[in-house]
C-alpha cells in the first residue's frame, strides 16, 4: 500500500471513529488516545467522529476537534434505535453515512482508527472504508477493547456481521486495548489466522495521563468532599442508563463517621431515579449527589475505596489508581462487564465482584467494613502501556509500505506486543 510521504512540517492527520450509543466510555477513551497522537509522540492533528453530543462538554486538548452525529441509542435489549430524532434508524444511519463519508473525503487522515465495530452502527462506515482504501493515503485500524462479549456472542455476531471478510479487505491492523493474560481476544473468540497475524495488545490505557482539557472548575466542585476530613467512598454508575439499582443501593448506606460518599450519576440516568437520589442525599452530611463531571478520574484519584459497574474506562481508572473496588458488572444484554471483572478478581486485581440479582445496601455496608483488605501493586502484573505505544505504532504505519508487522518494526517493536 502506499502512503502519503509527509515532509518535516507536515503534520500528519489522523481522524477516529466511534459509534457512542451508550454511554461515553468510547468517547473518552478516544479523547485519550487523541490527546496522545496530537502530543510530542506523533504531532498530529485529530478529528474525533463521535456519535455522543455530550463529547461538546469536554474541551479538546490542542490539535484536536470533533464532529459529533446526530444519536443513536440502544432499547434495552441491545436494539439500535434514533436518540432524539422521530425518525427511522434507517433515515438516521444514511444521514450518518453522509456525514461520516464527506467529513472524511474533505479531511483525508493518513490514519483512520476505528473503535469497536469494524463496519460502524449499521454499516455506515463502509462506503469511507473503502473510499479511505481506494485513495491509497489511509492506514486503517480497528481498535478493539479487552472484551466485547461472550465468546459465543462474539463469534456469532461476527459471523451474521461478516466482519472477518470486512477486516480482511480493509483494514491494516487492529489494535487490542487490553492484556492477553487477563482476556486473549485473538483465542477466545476464535480470530482467523489472518486477523491474529495483524492483531497487536498494546495493553490497558493508564488513566492517570491528565486529559489538559479542563479548566479547575471541575476539581473545586469536589472540594467540599473532603471538608470532613473523612475518606471517600465514590460510587460509579457509568453512563448512567442501567446504574439505578447500585446507586440506590448505595444512597441507603451510612457511612457516617467512617466514610463520606458520593455518587458520580452519569448524564443519562433517568429522572426518576435522579429525583430520589437528590432527595435522599438531601438531609445527609455523608452523602453527596455528583450529576456528571466531564472526568471522572478526580473522584477516583482522591477516594480510598471505589463501587462501580464494570465498564472498560472505570475498571481501567480503577487499576490505573490502584484502588480498593467492589464491582457490580452488568450483565444484559452483553456478558463483557461480567466477564472482565471476574478475571480480574480471579487474578486478585480487584476486591469484590456482586452480581446484580445479589445487590443489598447490605452488602455494600459490609464490604466496606472490612479492615482485611489486601494491598496490591496493580501495575506490576498487568499491562498499562498503551498511551505509549500508540504514538510509536502510528509513526511506524505512516513510515511503512508494508505488513503490520513491518509497520511495527519500523516503530522500534516489541515482540512482547503480538499475541
Known amino acids: ?89 434507517s433515515d438516521l444511519v444514511e444521514l450518518r453515512t453522509a456525514v461520516i463519508q464527506h467529513a472524511l473525503e474533505s479531511f483525508q487522515p493518513d490514519l483512520l482508527l476505528v473503535d469497536n465495530i469494524p463496519q460502524g452502527v449499521e454499516g455506515e462506515l463502509l462506503p469511507s472504508l473503502r473510499h479511505c482504501r481506494d485513495s491509497g ?11 466485547t462479549d461472550a465468546p459465543i456472542a462474539v463469534r456469532r455476531e461476527w459471523a451474521i456481521a461478516g466482519n472477518t ?71 460509579l454508575v457509568g453512563g448512567g442508563q442501567d446504574g439505578a439499582r447500585l446507586a440506590s443501593a448505595f444512597a441507603q ?65 480503577i487499576l490505573s489508581f490502584e484502588k480498593r473496588s467492589l464491582v457490580v458488572p452488568r450483565v444484559h444484554p452483553r456478558a463483557e462487564q461480567q466477564i472482565r471483572a471476574q478475571r480480574l478478581y480471579e487474578l486478585d486485581l480487584i476486591d469484590a465482584v456482586v452480581h446484580p440479582d445479589d445487590l443489598s445496601p447490605d452488602v455494600l455496608s459490609s464490604w466496606l467494613a472490612r479492615d482485611d483488605l489486601p494491598v496490591r501493586h496493580v501495575r506490576d502484573r498487568i499491562d498499562l502501556g498503551a498511551l505509549d505505544r500508540i504514538p510509536m505504532l502510528s509513526a511506524g504505519l505512516l513510515a511503512s509500505s508494508g505488513t503490520p508487522r513491518a509497520a511495527i518494526s519500523a516503530a522500534g517493536g516489541a515482540s512482547n506486543w503480538l499475541p
Open 1 to 89: 500500500m502506499a502512503s502519503r510521504t509527509l515532509t518535516p512540517n507536515q503534520r500528519p492527520r489522523v481522524a477516529i471513529y466511534s459509534h457512542d450509543t451508550m454511554g461515553l466510555g468510547h468517547f473518552r477513551r478516544n479523547l485519550l488516545l487523541a490527546k496522545q497522537l496530537s502530543g510530542d509522540g506523533l504531532g498530529a492533528n485529530v478529528l474525533l467522529i463521535s456519535g455522543a453530543c455530550e463529547a461538546q462538554r469536554y474541551r479538546m486538548p490542542a490539535g484536536v476537534d470533533c464532529l459529533t452525529l446526530p444519536a443513536i441509542g440502544k432499547t434495552p435489549d441491545g436494539q439500535y434505535q434514533s436518540r432524539r430524532l422521530r425518525a427511522p434508524l
Open 137 to 147: 493515503r489511509t492506514r486503517l485500524i480497528l481498535g478493539l477493547r479487552d472484551i
Open 165 to 235: 471478510e470486512i477486516i480482511r479487505d480493509l483494514y491494516d491492523c487492529i489494535w487490542i486495548y487490553g492484556d492477553p493474560r487477563i482476556y486473549d481476544r485473538t483465542r477466545e473468540d476464535g480470530l482467523a489466522p489472518d486477523l491474529v497475524e495483524r492483531s497487536i495488545f498494546v495493553g490497558y490505557l493508564d488513566q492517570r495521563l491528565p486529559l489538559g482539557s479542563l479548566d479547575g472548575l471541575e476539581a473545586a466542585r469536589l472540594e467540599p468532599l473532603f471538608a470532613s476530613g473523612r475518606p471517600l467512598v465514590a460510587c
Open 253 to 317: 448506606v451510612s457511612f457516617a463517621p467512617r466514610y463520606t460518599g458520593a455518587i458520580l450519576a452519569g448524564p443519562f440516568l433517568d429522572s426518576k431515579t435522579r429525583v430520589a437520589l437528590i432527595n435522599a442525599c438531601a438531609p445527609r452530611d455523608d452523602l453527596l449527589l455528583i450529576d456528571f463531571l466531564a472526568d471522572p478520574r478526580l473522584l477516583i484519584e482522591r477516594a480510598a475505596r471505589v463501587i462501580s459497574m464494570g465498564g472498560y474506562n472505570t475498571i481501567g481508572e
